[in-house]
């Protein structure tokens, strides 16, 4: 059971460069979410989706895309990359019953962007 | 801004110590979670605990939990050196239950 697997593990952009962080779970979970950790900042959260074809922003959303087409997957898209960005991002999946999230998260093993 | 916020930001102890981390929110949650990460890994679940819950237990771990005062705690009991990690909380909120993260305290179980 692979469970969260997000790729790459380690990617350097240029300034102005977008990419797509890829997540993908095989639990059949409905909740995904995407965080970015940054030093003494914890985990802050940019995007979420409580099922396919539906996402709503997190705390830090501004610069990033996402969708959910799947429920199996949920890539994150940077649109133009900038030095702020310079992060370890995780993905997340939970299992969710009526919109409530009622047992633990399962995460990647995180994504580390250097924007340069 | 970030729902809970841990204290300690960080704690240092002899192995075989408990260590006590605490964990205050802003908002009315549905559940708080705890979290463990070890340097530069993804965050492994460790304890949930209903609004509902007073108090649970896992193995080493007690959490606590005190609605009133938007608080809970995490006890480690007897620590060992595996357990140098960081410790966050998490809290599952609003309608669609966004679960947001505390800035997480960093314990070191010297041997």
């Known amino acids: 059971n692979a469970g969260v697997t997000q790729t790459p593990k380690f990617q350097v952009l240029k300034t102005g460069q977008s990419m797509t962080l890829q997540c993908a779970q095989d639990m059949n979970h409905e909740y995904m979410s995407w965080y970015r950790q940054d030093p003494g900042m914890g985990l802050r959260l940019i995007h979420y989706s409580v099922g396919a074809g539906i996402t709503d922003q997190g705390e830090v959303p501004n610069g990033y895309n996402v969708s959910r087409s799947t429920t199996e997957d949920f890539p994150l898209r940077l649109l133009s990359a900038a030095p702020s960005q310079t992060s370890v991002y995780f993905c997340a999946s939970s299992y969710s019953r009526s919109g409530q999230v009622s047992t633990e998260a399962f995460f990647g093993q995180g994504t580390r962007l250097t924007v340069v | ?111």
């Open chain 2, 1 to 111: 801004s970030q729902q809970g916020e841990e204290d300690p930001q960080a704690l240092s102890i002899q192995e075989g110590e408990n260590a006590t981390m605490n964990c205050s929110y802003k908002t009315s949650i549905n559940n708080l979670q705890w979290y463990r990460q070890n340097s530069g890994r993804g965050l492994v679940h460790l304890i949930l605990i209903r609004s509902n819950e007073r108090e649970k237990h896992s193995g080493r771990l007690r959490v606590t939990l005190d609605t009133s005062k938007k608080s809970s705690s995490l006890l480690i009991t007897a620590s060992r050196a595996a357990d140098t990690a960081s410790y966050f909380c998490a809290t599952g909120s609003g309608g669609y239950q966004k679960v947001t993260f505390g800035t997480g305290t960093k314990l070191q179980v010297i041997p």
